[in-house]
């Protein structure tokens, strides 16, 4: 099943038209939430005046999925599949691997109906090698390893051709159930997710892509052995509002637009899930725009924060120097808000107190 024919490269090429208008969505329409927000406006850093640090000594380093980054940041699952959407990720690889932090790649759905996609996701690895690095899968494609409509096999082939140090399985509900060509069928993919994770040789990550976990879902997927969550958040980007572009057809949007849980509010849910669950770690992503947000939501228990509207932005727009200079400061801005806490480590930003405006 998991061989490419006609109809599977037919679906191939549906997949990158797709991605293409992801990104050109992204570049040129106003996608954010309309209303709601990520909640991080509301809450406040409490000031220290006497931090009895010196600011060189900051130290913004960390260590995720077994790797050493400089500094708690990830460019999130984006693109990959397309022309254009190579280029993107030679760009998004060559600065993650000069700046030493995180990258994930967009869906690798493609890989499995037609091989000769490979080369855009393959790049990634090659010019980032020593970062870590995020395969992507949807959770559609997840529950047809349970019906036997893929294979374990198939999985571990997308995590060897880019060798991800991580596979990032999509849980996007809303945005299949937006988008023109969904697939609505959730059917069977905790199942699938615990066949992952017992059978895979990475660790699995469980995202949203802009409507939040809650702590009900993470309790499910962390009772079947998965340990890392990316929440997600409403509040940034609206995936649905994405699809309900491209169904050139806004009814509904009211709806629908600003559906999920915000990004505060969905990290606050599963963080509390700690206790329970020790070896949880948890990357905050949606919504998050600049370095104070991002030690915002670190010090309401993230580990890593990642962004991808935002990057690609920067360096679409600006090139490689613009991105690495919009990078530069959320590392700066981290570090500034580390120094006025008085905090000297990532690990210390997670036990800072914050307070309600």
Same mark, same amino acid.
């Given at each position: 099943?998991?061989?490419?024919?006609?109809?599977?490269?037919?679906?191939?090429?549906?997949?990158?038209?797709?991605?293409?208008?992801?990104?050109?969505?992204?570049?040129?329409?106003?996608?954010?939430?309309?209303?709601?927000?990520?909640?991080?406006? =509301?809450?406040?850093?409490?000031?220290?005046?006497?931090?009895?640090?010196?600011?060189?000594?900051?130290?913004?380093?960390?260590?995720?999925?077994?790797?050493?980054?400089?500094?708690?940041?990830?460019?999130?699952?984006?693109?990959?599949?397309?022309?254009?959407?190579?280029?993107?990720?030679?760009?998004?690889?060559?600065?993650?691997?000069?700046?030493?932090?995180?990258?994930?790649?967009?869906?690798?759905?493609?890989?499995?109906?037609?091989?000769?996609?490979?080369?855009? %996701?393959?790049?990634?690895?090659?010019?980032?090698?020593?970062?870590?690095?995020?395969?992507?899968?949807?959770?559609?494609?997840?529950?047809?390893?349970?019906?036997?409509?893929?294979?374990?096999?198939? %999985?571990?082939?997308?995590?060897?051709?880019?060798?991800?140090?991580?596979?990032?399985?999509?849980?996007?509900?809303?945005?299949?159930?937006?988008?023109?060509?969904?697939?609505?069928?959730?059917?069977?993919?905790?199942?699938?997710?615990?066949?992952?994770?017992?059978?895979?040789?990475?660790?699995?990550?469980?995202?949203?892509?802009?409507?939040?976990?809650?702590?009900?879902?993470?309790?499910?997927?962390?009772?079947?052995?998965?340990?890392?969550?990316?929440?997600?958040?409403?509040?940034?980007?609206?995936?649905?509002?994405?699809?309900?572009?491209?169904?050139?057809?806004?009814?509904?949007?009211?709806?629908?637009?600003?559906?999920?849980?915000?990004?505060?509010?969905?990290?606050?849910?599963? =963080?509390?899930?700690?206790?329970?669950?020790?070896?949880?770690?948890?990357?905050?992503?949606?919504?998050?725009?600049?370095?104070?947000?991002?030690?915002?939501?670190?010090?309401?228990?993230?580990?890593?924060?990642?962004?991808?509207?935002? %990057?690609?932005?920067?360096?679409?727009?600006?090139?490689?120097?613009?991105?690495?200079?919009?990078?530069?400061?959320?590392?700066?801005?981290?570090?500034?808000?580390? %120094?006025?806490?008085?905090?000297?480590?990532?690990?210390?930003?997670?036990?800072?107190?914050?307070?309600?405006?």
């Amino acid at each position: 099943m998991s061989k490419s024919t006609p109809k599977n490269k037919e679906s191939s090429r549906s997949s990158a038209r797709r991605k293409r208008d992801h990104v050109d969505i992204v570049l040129s329409k106003d996608v954010a939430f309309c209303e709601k927000t990520t909640g991080f406006e =509301n809450i406040d850093f409490i000031h220290n005046a006497l931090p009895e640090i010196d600011y060189k000594e900051i130290d913004n380093t960390t260590v995720f999925l077994d790797k050493k980054i400089q500094a708690p940041l990830l460019i999130s699952c984006m693109t990959g599949g397309f022309t254009r959407g190579e280029s993107i990720n030679r760009l998004l690889a060559s600065v993650c691997e000069e700046l030493s932090i995180a990258m994930g790649v967009g869906s690798q759905r493609q890989m499995l109906d037609d091989a000769a996609r490979d080369k855009s %996701f393959r790049v990634v690895r090659e010019i980032a090698s020593n970062v870590p690095l995020l395969g992507n899968i949807g959770a559609v494609e997840v529950a047809r390893l349970t019906k036997d409509e893929y294979r374990i096999d198939d %999985f571990h082939r997308l995590v060897d051709a880019i060798r991800a140090d991580a596979l990032v399985v999509h849980c996007n509900p809303l945005q299949e159930l937006m988008q023109p060509e969904g697939n609505t069928n959730f059917r069977g993919v905790l199942d699938g997710i615990a066949l992952l994770v017992e059978q895979l040789h990475c660790p699995i990550i469980i995202k949203e892509v802009g409507a939040g976990i809650s702590d009900d879902v993470a309790r499910r997927v962390l009772s079947v052995g998965v340990k890392h969550i990316d929440i997600a958040g409403a509040g940034g980007t609206s995936w649905s509002g994405i699809e309900i572009i491209r169904r050139k057809n806004k009814t509904g949007s009211t709806t629908y637009w600003d559906w999920g849980i915000p990004t505060r509010e969905s990290l606050q849910m599963v =963080n509390a899930l700690r206790p329970e669950y020790p070896a949880l770690q948890i990357i905050a992503s949606g919504g998050i725009n600049d370095g104070v947000a991002a030690a915002k939501a670190i010090a309401l228990g993230a580990d890593v924060v990642g962004a991808a509207r935002v %990057f690609l932005e920067a360096g679409v727009r600006g090139g490689k120097r613009s991105l690495k200079k919009t990078i530069h400061s959320w590392i700066e801005d981290i570090k500034r808000v580390m %120094f006025l806490t008085g905090v000297r480590s990532v690990s210390e930003l997670q036990r800072v107190p914050i307070k309600d405006r």
